[in-house]
Every structure is written in C-alpha cells, then in structure tokens.
C-alpha cells in the first residue's frame, strides 16, 4: 500500500486491461438476457475495486486508446499490423466500461493522435513532479520505463487482471538486471511481437541486458557496434535500423496536452441512481453491491471496503506431519471417513518432487519428500492402490511428476481441470485458483507474487491446495449431470493416464533430416523473395501487409479484396481468391513465399523440441478445445502439413527408437461422415458405407445422376467438398468461394444434394433447433457443449453458434471415439505384457512404436480396438500401415 503521508495518483490503461479481462474469464458465462457480452466489463471494474479497496487512491483517472492508429503508425505503418481483428464479442463492451465508469464517477481520459500509455506516461509523470505516489496499471510491458521511486507499475500476471504483480525499482532490477528507464533500450534491441516490432535477429533479452550494462546505452552500443564479434555482431551492424526505429515508438511521452492534470483527478461519490441503472441493464448484481458500497468514494476517511465472499470462507486445516505407523493410521481412518476419496496435490519443482499434500475434509497431512526415505511407506502404498480413490487438479501432470520419481499412482477418481471443462468447455478454468474462485466463490490462499526468494521456513501449500481440491471436486459433483458424470469417468480420466505415457515416451526424431530441410527451406524462401523483387523491380518487406498493399493495389493495379481498417486485406483467403480471379506471377510467387516461411517456423519450431535424448516429448492438452478434440503443443505435432512434400519430409524425419524396428500409423477412413451417417440415419449415407464403393463416388453418382464410373474427379471434388462443408456450417456463397464455381451452381448442387439425401437435411436443421431449445448439444457418448448465442439477438455471433452447433456433436462424437480406441489399445498393450507404446494421437491417426516381434499382434490389437470403440449403423473402417518413420508407415 502506497505511503499514507503522500495523496496516490492511480492511472489505469483501459483498452489494455480491458483485453486482459476479456480472455480471462470466459465469454459464455458473462452474457445478458439480450446477448450482450459483458465478461471484459466485469472482469476490468472487479480488478478495479479490489484495487480501489487494497490501494485507496485519493485520485484517479482511466486511459483509453481512441484507435489502432496515432503517430506512432503515420511513421511506420506496419506498427502493431499482426495484431488480428476485435473479437466480435468484445466490440461494443468498452463504451459500456466507459458508461459504468461514468457512472462511478471515474475519469476516463482520450487523446487523439496518442496511445492510452503517452497518457499514463504524461500524469504519471506530472503527479510525480506534483508529490503524488503514483500506481501505474497496465499490461504494456512499455511502461516499465516509468518507474521510478515515485511511480509503481501493477502488471497483469498471465492468469488475468485479478492478479498484479508490482514493479517497483528493486522489483525491475531484480527481473531485467537493468534500471527501469534502460527496458525500452533492452525492447528495442529485442523487438516486440506483439507491436510487429521486429528486433536484431538472434538477440535475446540476456544478450540485450549484457550489451547495454556493458555500454550504458543503446546509442553509446550503436557507437561501439564493431566491437560486437559473430553473428549477432553482424545482424546488430545489419539491422541497426531496427533497433533505432523501436526505440524511437517505445518511448513513452511525457508531456502530451491533457485536458486535465492529476489535481483535477481527485475521487469522487459515485452516482448511485446511474449505478444502478447501468449496473442494471449490464445484470451486474455482486458487483454492484460491491460498488455501493463505495458510496464517498472510497477516498481517504471512508469506510473500507468489504472483502468479497472470501472472508465467509472456511479456514483451512493446518496440516500436520506423520511418519510411519501414525501416518498409516491417519490413512485408515481418512479412507473410513472418506470413501469417496481424498484430496492429493505434488509440490514439484520440474521433475523434483518437493513436497505431497493429502487431504480429508478437516484434516491435512504434509509429506515433505526425499528419495529413498522409507518412512512414508504408507503414503506409497495408498498412492499405488487402485481401491484406494484420489482427487486432483490436473493429474496428468502430477502423474508424470510422480512417475520420473519413481512412483506409481493408480485410483485416480475425479480431475477437478477436467470436470470444470466438461461443465464449461469454452471456459478458462483451468488453474486450481480459477476453479476455486469460480466454484466455491472463494480465493485460493497463494504465495506472495512479491516474493522473490521463498520462504524456506513456511510451510508447502500442497496439503491446503489438496483439501481446495477435495472441497472443488464435491462442488463440481453437485453441479455435474450423470451423462457428464460418466464422460468424465469413463473416457476423460482413463485418457489422461494414456496421454502422461505417451508425453513421458516422446518420439524419435532425425535431427539431421530436419537441419537438412531447414538449409533447403531457407534457400527457397531467399530465392523466392529475390525472383519478386525482380517481378516488381524492387524490394520490400514479403511479410509488411502495408508494403504489400501498396505492390498490389497501388503499382500492380489489382482489384481490391475484402477491406479491412487498415486497407485491402492481404490474407490468405484474399490473396487465393485474388490470384484465381486475377492471376499474376507476383502472386504466385508471393504464395510460394508465405508457404514455405510457414513451414520453416512449423520446423524450427520442432528442432527446438528435441530433447537431449533425441526425442521430442510434446505436451497433450485435454481441456484445449470445446469439442473434445486433443490438441498438442511445445511443440505442436498436428500442424504439420499432409500433403506437400515439404510436410511428408517432416513427417520421415520422426522415426523409430532405437530399439524398436518400425512404426505403426493407424487411422480411421473418414469417420466425420460415418458419424453423419448414424447421426442422421440417412439411408443412402448408410448404403454408401456399406456398399463398399467409394464414399464420395458413390455421392456423386447420386448427385449428378450418372454410374459411379462416370463421375468424374472434379465431380468427386465437389461433393467432397460438399458433404464435409456442410457439417460445418458451408453456404452456397462458401461452397462456391471454395470451388471456385458460379454461386447458382452451387445452390443447385447443394439443392441436389439434400434430396437425395434428405436425412442429412432434416438432422443437420434438427440438431441447431434442438440446441436452441436445451441450450447445448451433446455426442452418443453425453459430452455436451453449450450454445448461449443461438438465441442471441446478435446476428453474428447467433450465426457462429449456429454454424459450430452443425458440427459439435459430430467433432465431439470423433473425439470420444479416439480416446475410447487409445484407452482400449493401451489396455490391451499392458495386459499383454507388450513392449509397443503409443507415442503420437494426431487428427484420426494413432503412431505406435512397435517392438520386435509384435507386428502382427501389435496389428490385430489396434484395428480391433479401434474398429469396435464405437457401434455405430456403418462401419468403422482402421487403415493400419508399418514403416521405419512416420511417413513410410503412411497408408
């Protein structure tokens, strides 16, 4: 809290905060009755009162950004150019945020031509000159540069704005090894993405830090650049420019014309009638309670704030340590007074286990831990028992901790992650504070963020955190359907127990193949970039969507595409639509470009992977989609491209251990549309799948109302195209987007289509009307998927939810079938004593590496798993293929 004998100037960046709100909680779960979205609004004025209640500000003002555009972009136009487009769903929450605010009585300050940060920077600097202690809050890293002994930032931890960390001086020095005033110098020479501020290729923050305490400035390192020896010599000598641009648009101003300076900032009593109004229409009930209770303004001499629903919460246990005989007894007696299971937590630092939690519902036991100790053998013994239930927030993790050192866990019964998921699986609840707060409406007691060096004294958090996750799991059990219930147990938590084996095992990969690809792919790439500059007559920057532009509309005289604020859109889509439409060797070669740079970061990003024991171990993320798809990152394995030749190298280099001959793939044929074929109980569907003929010759046939040996291939392509896009949603506009064909000739198409196939029609218009009326749509399995939007009076955003309802059973359904296959496959592999393991779940595709001797076995199961993981009216059809890589192994 800031010195008392001083007034306190608080400065907060709107725009900025607001964003960070906005991805922090979760869109579905902050909506009004008439669709409005209201989750950055609720997450900003909450970060607000809490900081009103702990920092007491006697002034106060919020800065906003009027646009993307202020003289930072007329000097270099490509300034903040990668950053995508609004959310539809934030649009329109900041000038509610501002109405609240209004409402609050808080001042909210603009200016034209400049960032919402020249604004902090100028009062943050006038209330320092005035004697004001000064809080920054903003999550612009720019801002560092502002602190001083007068002038604290508040910076937004990752898990959103609830959490500030404060950056005093001692705090930056501690983290950069720098003085605040130098960061914009450390920024420059580093770059900053997130502005498309490229910076001097190959230095990194240490080598930043390193320069500019050795030189004392980045004008006096720009002096001296030719005592810089290498590489990064050379590219700081080269790309100079870079680091001189970024310094000049990083540096806040301090002395921009306000119509207010920080004397005319002091609190202010709220509104209570326009409180309540807006408060009102935006269904804000906790929050305006709380509000109202600033009524005065909350300014020095006022009565505190209250703390919110925390202060009602139960005090946790103080935990206790057993060893031994009293230890087995506590389990005993736990296990009699807990059948359901108790809470457990590892404290881990990396694969070093420093402490286990255990927890019933009044009493904790913490087991700070060594390797090899004997006395916690009651401990390993219910860790290993299967009989013996646990609780846990993301135990696949925990698992993996506990297996590098050395100790099974079997019984898990409930993943507090995972049930938070199912119940919202667009949700953000996906650290243990984040379902603590949202489903005991309590705040998990955490360490201090401040805290530089931990207390060695204090005491672990694993035994509390195990008993917030023993209370949590029965607080989601209560909120939890059967069908759900059964997800959850039935496939989510036998899946999460494959996956911490597969991640554990990594895959093989031939470093050599890949170096070897990079040199190629950097080769294409300058090569290309040369042949369009000499297209054009001159160089530019292929990635500057600007410079880009200014090519293809501006000299090349091209038709404009989709515009954008910025212009005429320079994406993908644009650009393959321009260059079907208006084709130009620039284009074409521009295309080239962009594939090959996007294949080089997918390759760079997986040398980076490799471990040091020459496989990569990526990490499968479970709660990473709403559908119920595994997604895979650090790196990620299912970007990699199929088709080109470039993607089916990439997939030769992943190869098989050295102990084990080959790979097996194994994938299922076209399941999206087997399970359309249930789904809808379209006769023809179902006979095409049994029939044996091929899906979409056989669709075609029926299309175009010729023998399936006169279809031809780009008759084949269309319904294709077809059959998979309307799933998801696909227009006849989209559809003839796609096919490059006449929009009439694909309303007739689409018009041919459904009434041959009139089954698909009436499900794909049930499923939608059937999720308006439950508000969700669920999979043959029960996972289900809410949709608020599609009855919002939104146009756009009930549209979205129409289109991705289309396909959410169908997504969803594909999802639990594969993990139902990786449960089975696993199963059978440990039953029989196998020496295969799974290593990669890509898309439909499963790679298994197979030891010697079990080819035929190692074949029998998977296609048997797999095939049977579901009953559905068609077949499930596996294709199962062997090679010493992953792309020989292909079928």
Do not use: C
């Not at 934030?90 to 605010?101: I, S, T």
């Not at 004008?219 to 420019?241: P, S």
Request: overall charge negative; hydrophobic content about 40%; proline content about 5%.
């Amino acid at each position: 809290m800031p010195d008392g004998s001083k007034p306190t100037l608080l400065v907060v960046d709107g725009h900025s905060l607001a964003f960070r709100a906005f991805y922090a909680l979760p869109v579905d779960s902050f909506t009004t009755s008439d669709g409005q979205h209201t989750n950055a609004i609720h997450g900003f004025l909450s970060m607000l009162l809490l900081l009103l209640q702990k920092e007491r500000p006697s002034h106060l003002a919020v800065a906003f950004d009027i646009s993307r555009f202020s003289f930072r972009s007329r000097e270099y136009p490509e300034y903040k150019g990668t950053r995508n487009e609004t959310p539809p769903e934030f649009k329109g929450q900041v000038p509610l945020l501002q109405e609240a605010l209004k409402a609050m009585n808080v001042p909210t300050v603009t200016k034209e031509d400049f960032e919402a940060d020249d604004i902090l920077a100028t009062l943050a600097t006038q209330g320092k000159e005035q004697g004001f202690e000064v809080l920054v809050v903003s999550g612009d890293r720019d801002t560092i540069q502002l602190v001083n002994d007068d002038v604290t930032l508040l910076y937004p931890s990752v898990r959103g704005v609830s959490e500030l960390t404060r950056y005093d001086t001692a705090r930056v020095r501690e983290r950069y090894g720098i003085e605040p005033y130098q960061y914009p110098e450390i920024a420059a020479l580093v770059g900053e993405t997130s502005d498309n501020l490229p910076g001097i290729d190959k230095v990194g923050e240490k080598t930043a830090v390193k320069w500019i305490t050795q030189y004392g400035s980045l004008e006096n390192l720009l002096e001296h650049a030719d005592e810089i020896k290498g590489v990064v010599g050379n590219n700081l000598r080269e790309q100079r420019g870079n680091a001189e641009r970024n310094r000049r648009l990083n540096r806040l101003l301090t002395d921009v014309e306000l119509p207010v300076g920080p004397q005319d900032l002091v609190r202010r009593p709220i509104d209570e009638d326009a409180v309540r109004e807006v408060f009102g229409r935006l269904q804000f009930r906790t929050l305006l309670d709380r509000v109202l209770k600033l009524e005065g303004g909350g300014a020095a001499g006022s009565a505190p704030v209250a703390e919110n629903d925390a202060d009602a919460a139960p005090p946790a246990p103080k935990p206790k340590q057993l060893l031994d005989e009293e230890l087995q007894t506590w389990f005993e007696r736990m296990r009699a007074a807990h059948p359901e299971g108790l809470g457990l937590q590892i404290e881990a630092q990396g694969s070093t286990i420093v402490s286990i939690g255990v927890a019933g519902a009044d009493e904790t036991v913490d087991l700070p831990w060594q390797a090899g100790r004997r006395d916690y053998a009651p401990l390993e013994a219910w860790l290993a028992d299967p009989a013996a239930p646990k609780l846990l927030h993301d135990a696949k993790s925990q698992l993996k901790v506990l297996a590098a050192n050395g100790l099974p866990l079997d019984g898990v019964a409930f993943d507090t992650v995972l049930a938070a998921w199912l119940l919202r699986p667009s949700g953000q609840d996906k650290s243990l504070a984040d379902v603590v707060d949202r489903f005991l409406q309590e705040r998990l007691p955490e360490t201090d963020p401040n805290q530089l060096v931990a207390d060695l004294d204090g005491a672990s958090p694993a035994p509390t955190h195990a008993w917030y996750v023993l209370r949590a799991a029965h607080a989601l059990k209560e909120g939890i359907d059967d069908r759900t219930l059964q997800v959850l147990r039935d496939i989510e938590l036998p899946t999460l127990r494959v996956l911490a084996q597969m991640e554990r095992a990594g895959v093989a990969v031939d470093a050599g193949a890949l170096d070897a690809l990079n040199a190629e792919l950097s080769a294409r790439i300058a090569d290309l970039a040369d042949e369009a500059y000499l297209i054009v007559g001159h160089e530019l920057n292929l990635g500057s969507p600007k410079q880009l532009q200014d090519v293809l509309f501006g000299e090349l005289g091209m038709p404009g595409t989709r515009r954008t604020k910025t212009g005429f859109s320079t994406d993908a889509d644009a650009l393959l639509d321009l260059q079907a439409k208006n084709p130009h060797p620039f284009l074409d070669v521009l295309l080239q470009h962009r594939d090959a740079s996007k294949l080089k970061q997918i390759l760079e990003t997986l040398q980076r992977g490799i471990s040091s024991d020459g496989r990569i171990h990526t990490t499968y993320v479970q709660t990473g989609t709403t559908t119920g798809r595994i997604s895979s990152n650090d790196p990620n394995l299912q970007n990699i491209p199929i088709r080109a030749e470039e993607g089916r190298r990439i997939r030769a280099a992943f190869v098989a251990g050295e102990e084990y001959p080959a790979l097996l793939t194994a994938d299922y044929s076209q399941i999206e549309m087997r399970i359309m074929a249930h789904l809808s109980e379209d006769a023809g569907l179902i006979e095409a799948f049994h029939s044996g003929e091929d899906l979409h010759r056989f669709v075609g046939s029926r299309v175009f109302g010729v023998p399936p040996a006169e279809v031809t291939a780009f008759m084949r392509t269309k319904v294709k195209a077809m059959s998979y896009g309307l799933a998801y949603g696909l227009s006849a506009f989209g559809l003839a987007q796609q096919l490059r064909i006449d929009r009439r000739e694909a309303e007739d198409l689409m018009a041919g289509y459904f009434e041959r196939f009139g089954g698909v029609r009436d499900y794909l218009r049930n499923v939608v009307e059937q999720a308006r009326v439950d508000g969700y749509t669920e999979t043959i399995f029960g996972r289900r998927r809410p949709f608020p939007d599609l009855n919002s009076p939104n146009r756009v955003l009930r549209g979205n939810a129409e289109r991705a309802a289309l396909n959410a059973p169908i997504q969803g359904t594909a999802a639990d079938i594969m993990k139902l296959a990786m449960i089975g496959v696993a199963a059978d592999l440990r039953e029989h004593g196998m020496r295969s393991r799974m290593l990669l779940q890509v898309h439909d595709e499963l790679v298994i590496e197979a030891a010697e001797g079990e080819h035929d076995e190692l074949a029998r199961i998977v296609s048997e798993r797999m095939a049977a993981a579901a009953t559905l009216r068609v077949p499930l059809e596996v294709q199962v293929g062997f090679g010493h890589d992953w792309d020989a192994a292909a079928h």
